[in-house]
């Protein structure tokens, strides 16, 4: 029976113990011409892996004592499931450590014995790289001319088969794609769960193991993929329950507010304008030009006392007070203010960074459309965009482009009831940064906003089956005439869970045959 390799921990602080061995690696191989003008910098999961295999491949006794000294993570980091998929090389592994480990009596069942065993080898392997010119020898066998693998990944991902069985494939990163927005529309029971669930895992599985991997933000309205018992979702996702963030449990690790210090004044009266438009927006409630400027001016009353630091929704709640003539009046900005005072949703300064991790915000406790859940959203998906603004345009080959982040909302009808400035700003601004979306909700109609064309900047407008649909939102679709809509509306009606229907391209192009196509969408969970 083959040894299952999964939901094993990490030895505590294995990273830093191949650290050493890392740098002489990347300092070997930047000996020769970089990659797309990049030095090479190899990912720990590519390290951990090159030594898994060194260790697996000496022969010996093994010291079972030193395999139950090792110490596994404290904080219960996982072993992404790619590590032991990669290369199809699983299929070794298991019969190498039985032949290892075959005097030694292992319950190779129990996870903690087997993630201590799999962390000796690891470690075996790197003292056996540092000693000698066994580094230079492994990476001929092992590395050689798979270098170019740490390029930027091909993603073209499988999502599932066309009728008649041929492959179904997004092109997510190719230089001829315009964009890789995806807008999915589906009712209760569809799949759409499923659906997300597979676009992630294949984006991460692809990268995970490059020099760019595709990271994501996920805000988990239902619940279900921070569920404890869906956790084996996600191995699927390359992560572990660390990227779950529970704002009922602890406050997010971000901060809302924008860093000002040293910027011109005009930027700060910008933001401020925005941010109160935003924050009006947020509830249902009419609110009065006058109350949206007073709250502007609140902001900057706070930045002002920071010296253009951020701060907390606290202080601006009591600079906006200071402001009314009557400071115990609760108007409805007061009322939103204190909501998210009162919740701490938020970290008063970033204590992580919300570009380089992967993170599920576990939502399902808060009302779907009230001001705490839309308010968590709006500030993280607007730190998005100011940290995207930093950063350098997106890399490329004459093949496909970097993909950095996908943003993921399901549910997102919530979103987009309002001018959502930030999510207008990540879908027409963000592309050339890698940086994308993926919005889920239960009909295509959420998506026609008077705020902004979701339609026209989405490369994937995706339809499972719903109970409605508008024949002008099928319209701006495809460009039908009525025997097609007739065609299409029953072609929708007849899809099944995991089911839907994708524009055929060639065909609207060239007005030649059925303008969509249908996929049965693989199943990962």
């Keep these: 029976m083959n040894i299952e390799f999964s939901n094993l921990r990490q030895a505590e602080q294995i990273v830093d113990e191949l650290m050493e061995l890392k740098n002489k690696i990347e300092q070997r191989l930047n000996l020769a011409t ?12 590519t390290v951990m892996r090159i030594c898994f295999l060194t260790g697996l491949s000496l022969k010996g006794p093994r010291d079972m004592k030193a395999v139950e000294t090792i110490v596994l993570s404290k904080t219960s980091q996982r072993m992404v499931p790619s590590f032991f998929t990669k290369n199809d090389l699983g299929k070794i592994y298991s019969p190498l450590l039985k032949l290892r480990y075959a005097d030694n009596g292992v319950n190779w069942e129990e996870q903690a014995a087997l993630s201590r065993i799999v962390a000796y080898e690891i470690l075996c392997g790197r003292d056996y790289l540092m000693s000698g010119n066994h580094m230079d020898e492994c990476l001929m066998t092992q590395y050689g001319s798979r270098r170019k693998a740490l390029g930027i990944p091909r993603l073209n991902i499988a999502i599932g088969t066309y009728d ?15 964009n890789t927005q995806i807008l999915i529309a589906g009712s209760t029971g569809s799949g759409k769960t499923n659906l997300l669930a597979l676009l992630v895992s294949r984006m991460r599985q692809q990268s995970i193991d490059s020099n760019y991997p595709v990271r994501f933000l996920l805000f988990d309205y239902k619940g279900e993929f921070s569920d404890p018992q869906n956790e084996a979702w996600l191995t699927h996702m390359e992560v572990d329950r660390t990227a779950i963030l529970d704002p009922m449990q602890h406050p997010l690790p971000f901060s809302p507010f924008r860093d000002f210090t040293g910027c011109n004044i005009t930027e700060v009266n910008l933001y401020s304008t925005e941010m109160a438009a935003a924050l009006t927006a947020l509830d249902n409630t009419k609110i009065s030009a006058n109350m949206a400027n007073r709250l502007s001016e609140a902001i900057m009353d706070a930045y002002r006392q920071t010296g253009y630091r951020p701060f907390d929704f606290k202080r601006l709640l009591t600079c906006y007070q200071a402001r009314q003539k009557d400071a115990e009046k609760m108007d409805s900005i007061s009322s939103v203010l204190s909501q998210i005072v009162r919740s701490n949703i938020f970290a008063t300064q970033d204590e992580a960074s919300i570009v380089d991790g992967c ?51 399901d549910e997102a009808h919530y979103m ?76 929708i009606a007849s899809l099944g869970k995991g089911e839907l229907l994708i524009k055929n391209q060639d065909a609207y192009l060239l007005g030649i045959g059925k303008k969509w196509k249908k996929i049965m969408v693989t199943r990962v969970i």
């Design 359 to 409: 993170y599920i915000v576990k939502l399902d406790s808060f009302p779907k459309d009230g001001v705490l859940a839309k308010a968590i959203v709006y500030f993280l998906v607007s730190k998005l965009n100011t940290v995207y603004e930093q950063l350098p345009p997106q890399a490329m080959t004459e093949e496909c482009v970097e993909l950095r982040h996908f943003t993921i909302i």
């Design 164 to 178: 008649g069985e041929m492959e179904a494939t997004l092109d997510l990163n190719g230089r001829e794609v315009n």
């Design 34 to 45: 970089a990659i797309d003008g990049k030095c090479v910098t190899l990912n720990n999961n």
């Design 416 to 491: 987009l009831g309002f001018d959502n400035r930030p999510l207008r700003n990540l879908i027409s601004v963000g592309r050339n940064k890698g940086m994308s979306i993926i919005l889920a909700t239960q009909s295509m109609d959420s998506y026609r906003s008077k705020y902004f064309d979701f339609y026209t900047n989405a490369q994937y407008p995706l339809i499972m089956k719903q109970q409605t649909i508008n024949d002008s939102v099928l319209r701006d679709l495809y460009g039908l005439n009525a025997r097609e809509m007739q065609e299409l509306r029953q072609d």
